[in-house]
């Protein structure tokens, strides 16, 4: 598969001037991000970009609520984007060359989470004439991230159309996850929403009566989305199942308290341990989840930790509607397991207890730093994520003790958890202050260039609340993690732009100034870190992943360190092709990263060369770093580009069905157009310009949407058993709201994928 190159991305690899310097361990509330932080990706060394349900945002754009932004990190300032479906719950990856894209979402929404003013035929909302959303359940949305003046191109706005690029299933909290060639595999979801995704009784495990959706499929199409066992064996608890590729190419899937190994190419399932203890860690149970480092001394074999989450029995959990039991009553767990899915001494792969964390958290996230540790921030002591009206012990919304939300005891101080100490010693919140502000359902936060972190989102409202005991939260903040003690951070110089799999090494030039004392000293604790943060939202950073390279070293007489950089090793499905951010760490201070991409930037087999012998380390006693007072802990650069290849050649554009920046620019606006004007005129055919087809005939007479009296997530009535169906109202929302009106829409109507409409594919 070819990207043609549509726009270019110029890579900012320049010096960062000294700023005022952070204190170490602390956060710093830093601006408004104009929409709540429900899902975040740091787009390039300058941008996060913000996406948050359909809501009602004080914050407009086109004359409605604006449900994305843009963070500036330089200024600190947001700026609204327009994104045309609702992303509620979707999911995100990056792709080979360094776009990103979202997947799914919710159908039309209006005002306190009703159902949008147009209809499509099933009674789901398809456009909503206040909130201007549309229907968001198949929606495939593609943004090509931008840098300064640039931001206000057409090309550089989010591309959501569903009548030019769509999946074939409807998902809302689906899995997603990059394959070695870049493709990204979308797995399971809900189809229109709910607590857990469940009826009571649970006679339908499969599709339950069409509102589970046990499927998967890629993003470049790979076909017909085919069955699932694991997302029918693991019914109720198998939202965002918790996916990493390993290095065979198989995938690790963990959801309920059930593991599998996945050959996706195959659709054969090979099953591995059970969780232990039945902690659950999907979610809404939502338990820190990340892969470990992949160093040489683990010989870059992938081991997934996961702590946190619920061990709440199984009947509890509720179905669709709402918990059994008031869940912010019930602690969170705290323990922690680890577990090494393609062992390569021959074991069997298995469990492996580990430190248990320092308290129990739910919604607890855990973000890979450069040093090798990992930073555990947000979440709560109690409950679980979501939000609701009732539950199976307190029937009304009047008697909820935290509003909408199903969480208590937000966890305000973070913790770090460093993989290599000795058993009995790996957490620590030593030194580490408390934020002031309760991070629960809906936040997210990502590794920044300067290795700090950035934090947002909190809402566990239907739609915007100010007032609640947790209220939606616009505050971002930056969380500064010990090593912004350091009175020097490293610089270096000659970063590449590419990086390929396997094959020549390269050299970067740390100079004097980045340490002081023995160059052999810090020679020695010297390591070169490939960082990815991912695509954020619910606790989760989809995508993460942190690689040391393999690297030997030159002390030079002027005491500058000339440090020999192995390419990634020669296996795509170890760091997949993409973006990511290039660190070099002095006796656990890291410089500020430098972005580049993995691969070839584009959809495809990568090509792998045997990795290149490096140079036998020199060292040189007398040599010394020069490093004074005068250096700044914030001001430190990543480095310089050298080499043949040019960065702003690097990022390619994001669609690849059409040829010319205008006539894409021209298509889109004409389409956003006719969309508008369609759903304003209540034609749901027109308002996607695509033929339709009736929904399934089983699924013919199922019942319109309507809100239930109980909780905030309402799928339709579809053979559904669960309490809640057909109960008498006894809600009393403010401002008039109702339940999130998570519906349904049937059957192939609105939209399709092929490879006509995919604006990423292209037929060689």
């Not at 609702?86 to 005002?111: D, E, K, Q, R, V």
């Not at 339950?208 to 470049?220: D, N």
């Not at 201070?589 to 972005?595: A, D, F, K, Q, V």
């Amino acid at each position: 598969m070819w990207i043609p190159p549509l726009s270019i991305l110029a890579l900012s690899l320049a010096a960062v001037g000294p700023v005022a310097a952070q204190q170490a361990g602390t956060y710093e509330i830093v601006g408004s991000t104009q929409v709540s932080g429900m899902m975040m990706f740091l787009g390039n060394e300058q941008k996060v970009y913000i996406l948050d349900k359909t809501e009602g945002n004080a914050a407009q754009i086109n004359g409605h609520p604006a449900g994305a932004s843009v963070w500036d990190i330089a200024s600190r300032t947001a700026t609204v984007m327009e994104v045309e479906s609702n992303p509620f719950c979707s999911s995100g990856m990056h792709l080979p060359n360094g776009s990103y894209a979202t997947f799914g979402g919710n159908g039309a929404i209006g005002p306190g989470g009703n159902i949008g003013s147009v209809k499509n035929q099933y009674g789901s909302g398809e456009w909503d004439a206040t909130y201007q959303d549309y229907d968001g359940t198949k929606s495939i949305r593609v943004l090509n991230p931008c840098e300064g003046s640039d931001l206000s191109s057409p090309n550089c706005q989010w591309f959501d159309n569903a009548s030019l690029l769509a999946m074939q299933k409807q998902r809302w909290y689906s899995a997603a996850e990059a394959l070695g060639d870049g493709t990204v595999i979308l797995i399971g979801g809900f189809v229109n929403g709910g607590y857990i995704n469940r009826n009571t009784p649970n006679t339908d495990p499969a599709t339950e009566g069409g509102a589970a959706e046990p499927t998967y499929e890629f993003y470049p199409s790979r076909g017909t989305p085919q069955t699932m066992q694991f997302m029918i064996a693991t019914s109720g608890l198998n939202a965002y199942a918790h996916t990493y590729l390993m290095p065979s190419g198989k995938l690790f899937v963990q959801a309920n308290i059930s593991t599998v190994l996945f050959d996706a190419d195959n659709n054969i399932e090979t099953p591995l341990p059970g969780m232990p203890h039945n902690v659950v860690r999907v979610y809404p149970a939502t338990g820190a989840v990340a892969m470990l480092p992949l160093t040489p001394a683990n010989n870059y074999t992938p081991t997934i930790i996961f702590c946190g989450g619920s061990d709440m029995p199984d009947e509890a959990w509720g179905n669709y509607s709402y918990p059994n039991i008031n869940t912010w009553d019930y602690p969170a767990s705290t323990d922690c397991q680890r577990i090494t899915p393609e062992p390569t001494d021959g074991s069997s792969p298995v469990y492996v207890q580990d430190d248990d964390m320092m308290n129990g958290r739910t919604m607890g996230q855990f973000i890979a730093l450069p040093n090798g540790k990992l930073l555990v921030l947000n979440g709560a002591l109690n409950g679980t994520a979501g939000y609701a009206t009732a539950t199976g012990q307190t029937p009304t919304y009047g008697q909820m003790p935290y509003g909408m939300s199903l969480a208590s005891g937000p966890t305000y101080t973070p913790a770090i958890y460093d993989p290599n100490a000795p058993a009995g010693q790996r957490w620590s919140n030593a030194g580490l202050s408390a934020s002031t502000i309760a991070r629960l359902y809906h936040s997210s936060a990502i590794l920044l260039p300067d290795a700090s972190v950035f934090v947002a989102g909190s809402n566990p409202n239907v739609d915007v609340n100010l007032t609640t005991v947790f209220p939606t939260e616009y505050r971002a903040e930056i969380f500064y993690p010990p090593y912004f003690s350091a009175t020097t951070r490293p610089t270096y110089s000659g970063a590449p732009s590419t990086l390929t799999y396997g094959g020549n090494y390269f050299d970067l030039l740390v100079p004097a100034t980045s340490y002081s004392g023995s160059a052999n000293s810090a020679a020695d604790n010297t390591t070169v870190m490939l960082m990815r943060g991912g695509w954020t939202t619910h606790a989760m950073n989809m995508g993460q992943r942190a690689m040391q390279l393999n690297n030997t070293y030159t002390v030079n007489s002027n005491g500058s360190i000339t440090l020999h950089v192995s390419q990634p090793p020669p296996n795509p499905n170890l760091f997949q092709p993409g973006p990511a951010l290039l660190f070099v760490v002095i006796d656990g201070i890291p410089s500020n990263g430098t972005m580049l991409i993995l691969g070839t930037g584009q959809v495809g087999t990568q090509p792998t060369t045997p990795a290149s012998a490096l140079p036998a380390s020199v060292r040189l006693a007398s040599a010394q770093g020069s490093a004074g007072s005068g250096s700044s802990a914030g001001g430190s650069s990543g480095g310089s580009t050298t080499g043949s290849t040019s960065k702003t050649g690097i990022i390619v554009g994001i669609v690849a069905g059409i040829a010319v920046v205008g006539i894409l620019g021209a298509l889109f606006g004409v389409c956003v157009a006719r969309r508008r004007r369609a759903a304003r005129s209540g034609s749901s055919k027109a308002a996607y310009g695509m033929s339709s087809s009736g929904g399934p005939a089983a699924l013919g007479g199922m019942a319109a949407g309507r809100t239930s009296d109980s909780s905030a997530f309402v799928p339709l009535r579809q053979d559904n058993g669960s309490m809640a169906w057909g109960s008498s109202s006894n809600v009393d929302l403010p401002s008039g709201q109702h339940g999130y009106q998570d519906e349904v829409n049937y059957g192939g109507y609105g939209h399709q994928q092929s490879g006509d409409h995919d604006p990423y594919y292209q037929r060689r």
